[in-house]
């Protein structure tokens, strides 16, 4: 039977061992939302052709955070990510900016969790930015689109 | 006209000057929802009457990252929040796990984020820990629900 | 004769070049102990089949701890844990509670500095959730308990 | 009753809310003792009258670690340290060298924690320089000798 | 006679006891100087237009560092920055770029090394960026332009 | 035609990908400049017999913050040093400090920029200690002196 593997046979809380498993080249990639009003969306995509936009701070937010991942979320293992990278898409007719990242490393354990990382920071950091000017933004579908590597395979998500 | 306060006239990113702001107390409260499938859900909740669990570990989580959200966020203020909170509503109808979080300082700027930042990250330590048995989480609905203190006054989102 | 690897031939400190060592696994455990009144360690035992209780929060944050000892101890490689354990023993008889962890990680320093750092973090936790009720508390009795892997090969204390 | 205050009604765990509590000046004092056989302890009292020493590494180490208190232990808040100071005293005739540190602020919490964190973070310093010489050392005796300021009013250590 | 504040009356280090400085509203700018070869330059400066670019990397790096400086240089107090700027000249005809920043909070301490701190980040990430096109590049001149507040009184660099 | 490595062809900041460079031995020499007074440089000097001094202080300073360089800079790499040094030549003939760093790994990345962090945070470390008794210090040619390892092949500043 399927159980979590972040806890143990008496119910405590662990870092999982990862020392046997392999040395391979793993990626994931992750997505979320910023919803905010028209007026709010115009201000960011008219702000991002110019310099210190909102977007360039999120970014960095996102790739920052990516790096802390394990001293944020407990029983995560420090890794050394090898690449990160945060995009953005502005998606006026939903009313909304889409935050994408993608993570990649050489090591044991899979970084979905790095990626997811740096989608919400960077979508916080947008949230930010922007909270003097519309107080009803929200953050929606934060989720894991692929990830490759790892004896549990290639996977991603249907219809994306 | 309303404008982003993170950015200059320049349109370079600046950390806005609050030293003119009265130090007032200022609460915020902020929430989220984790989906997961029926029975990754039951996992959580049977598990929450074990010591170990994973909302104990999430929460931890949340009330942490609440400290280091200016650390996180490239322009907010570091600040000494004097109460932080965590909570977690099972909503299995909805599929859903409910988290809150209130954070709370007398100081000159407001706590939305150090909110938001706590329930992400406690968020995401759900979604780390079930991750074993369930690929199709999301993080949903992450938003602000009230705040009080300040110059702009109380505000609380209407029929929550 | 035998010295200390941490200070240079001119009495200045350096972190030690380990780029020589070989890269195997390496395990060690540490244990320390919080002494305190029978009255506290009730409360605490009690607690430990609630959620959020006292052991549950000292748990992660030792194991959060072992995740930084290269940022708190100066000359520490910062290294990539593989594993890490706290585990806690009530001794009501000898009025403590036992600490004891578990590191691993498949590199080319040893582990013990973590092993005791995620010790002394979870004692101190343990401390502060119980200080309110006890003033008395001390810490005790932290040290290695054994090691494995490297150069200098296995050890372990004796009758222990 | 005397309860934990770091525990709800519900028992899950909280960052306890101080903005009720008056802004005074807080003091605490803690020590702490690392045991090491006796060419060891020459070997850093020796050092001891040289650049870049053992004791000298272990003072920063215990003024950086007071400062990373709230990063370190869960519940405890963020606070703005005053004055931190870190000593060191040698025991030949105990074999071992006793740590004592001084923390203090102006502000709505206690800083026992603060104290106890150097005390604790500069012992696994001195550790982590001699372990190479002396596999046998264990820290001892942690524990606050000393507070002020507060609601609870002065309090200290009898015969000490 | 004048003294190191940081070092006691036995030549140890200590975090200075500001507790009774008074609190005012204190400012510092702080400037230096990255220089490298007129190609590189002009790629910076042309960069600059466009969103993603060098100055606006360095500038979050150098506001995020002055929020770090007391977990950076040892002795520093931790404080809350009420306010931070990084700004950017290109002297193309002194074949340079120029760092200046200013820090303000109310305190009871100076930010001097919260501002250098900035300055010397966003130098050394300008560094980062272009080190692929130019090995040569080096900082200079990084000093204290002026400082405000305080019991030494208001203080500036003549003829800048 | 060269260009900027961290910025991709939509002009945005990235994370390098470094998962197909090769796993070699890198090492890095960079050094800096403490310009200041001479009574102030005498203090230092003669300090530098005594315990707890400044440059024992500035020397942790520099090794710790090289294990911080990703946590800095925005784009650099998380990575585990092998070693590192940092050390310090009074030159009272030009009035300065010179401050030598050397850092070392085995991974897929240089350690220039560890190098030159841990440069610049031992000379602002120097700056604080000294600020009291001299306002007039300024930091100078921080540079790269050295490199070794990577597909890039050696390099050396000449005449130096």
Redesign the interface.
Same mark, same amino acid.
């Given at each position: 039977m399927?159980?979590?593997?972040?806890?143990?046979d008496? &119910?405590?809380?662990?870092?999982? @061992?990862?020392?046997e498993k392999n040395q391979t080249?793993r990626t994931s990639q992750a997505e &979320?939302f910023v919803y905010m009003n028209d007026k709010t969306l115009a201000?960011v995509v008219e702000?991002?052709?110019?310099?210190?936009?909102?977007?360039?701070?999120a970014?960095?937010?996102g790739?920052?955070?990516a790096?802390?991942t394990?001293?944020?979320?407990?029983?995560?293992?420090?890794?050394?990510?090898?690449?990160?990278?945060v @995009?953005f898409d502005a998606q006026p007719e939903q009313g909304r900016i889409r935050v994408l990242s993608m993570c990649?490393?050489?090591?044991?354990t899979g970084v979905?969790?790095e990626a997811?990382?740096a989608v919400?920071?960077a979508?916080?950091?947008v949230?930010?930015?922007?909270?003097?000017?519309d107080?009803?933004?929200?953050?929606?579908?934060?989720?894991?689109l692929s990830k490759s590597g790892g004896k549990s395979g290639d996977?991603s998500?249907v219809n994306d």
């Open positions: 399927s159980k979590f593997t972040h806890i143990d008496h &119910g405590n809380a662990i870092m999982v @061992d990862v020392s080249t &979320g201000m702000g991002s052709h110019k310099k210190g936009d909102v977007l360039a701070v970014r960095i937010a790739i920052q955070a790096k802390k394990s001293d944020l979320i407990p029983l995560c293992h420090p890794l050394m990510l090898s690449s990160v990278k @995009d990649k490393l050489t090591g044991q979905e969790m997811l990382t919400s920071v979508c916080l950091t949230y930010d930015m922007c909270k003097a000017v107080k009803m933004m929200r953050i929606e579908g934060v989720r894991v996977w998500v």
